[in-house]
Structures are given as C-alpha cells and as structure tokens.
C-alpha cells in the first residue's frame, strides 16, 4: 500500500496561479507512475495530468495543456502540479493517484491508489 496526501490548494483568482504537491508514503515511489485528477461539483472525475515513474514522459488532458505542469522528485516522494493562468472552470477537488505501473495513463481505472483530495477554488 501506499498513502498519498495532497496540499497546496486554495483560493485564488483568474490569471493566478498554485502548486500542488502530493507527497507519498509506504512502499517505494520511483517505481509507479503518478496522475492527477479532478473533480467538479455534479462532475465526473476527471483526468488532469500523468508522469511516468522516471519523469522523463508526461501527459496531458487537452483542457490544461500548455498552463499546467507535473514533475516529481523522487528523492523526495512528491509529485507536484504547478497550475498557472488558472480560469474558473478549474476549480475543483484535485486528486492525487498513484499507478502501479511505470508507464502514464489517462485512465481512472488505471489507478490503484488515491489521496484524499484538495479544493483549489479559481474566483472569477
């Protein structure tokens, strides 16, 4: 098993920006790819961002494309989002996730273990 827990969200305003981070617990965090997804009030749980297990591949859902960016520093177990130009269509819970592969997916169900989630809330 491995624990994860998100932090960095919060309120900001158009334009703005935040970092997430996700730190990791429990079994050995270099081995997995990791994802970020979201969810918006009455939404589906949707897939944001994946970074495979070294950092050298990242994939991204259309919508963040070119604003948003994952890395990892695996020294440290932690997984960020750094997520500029933020517009209020990206508010929501965000979820860190962990896959038990090396290689990025898009998938939900492709994840075997999720954070708790944190709010980022974008003010119009």
């Keep these: 098993q491995v ?4 932090s960095g969200g919060g309120l900001v305003q ?3 920006s935040l970092r997430l981070s996700c730190a990791a617990s429990g079994r050995t965090f270099s081995s997995y790819a990791m994802g970020w997804f979201r969810q918006a009030p009455g939404k589906e749980r949707e897939f944001v961002a994946s970074i495979n297990w070294s950092g050298t591949t990242t994939f991204y859902a259309d919508s963040v494309k070119d604003r948003f960016t994952i890395s990892r520093d695996n020294a440290k177990n ?5 997520m500029n ?3 209020p269509e990206d508010t929501a819970v965000y979820y860190c996730a962990a896959r ?3 290689v990025v997916s898009g998938m939900r169900s492709r994840y ?3 954070g708790q989630g944190t709010q980022v809330t974008v003010s119009s």
């Design 3 to 6: 624990q994860l827990v998100e």
């Design 14 to 16: 158009a334009g703005g």
């Design 78 to 82: 932690t997984v960020f989002l750094q």
């Design 85 to 87: 130009s933020l517009q």
């Design 100 to 102: 038990f592969s090396t």
């Design 112 to 114: 075997d273990q999720w």
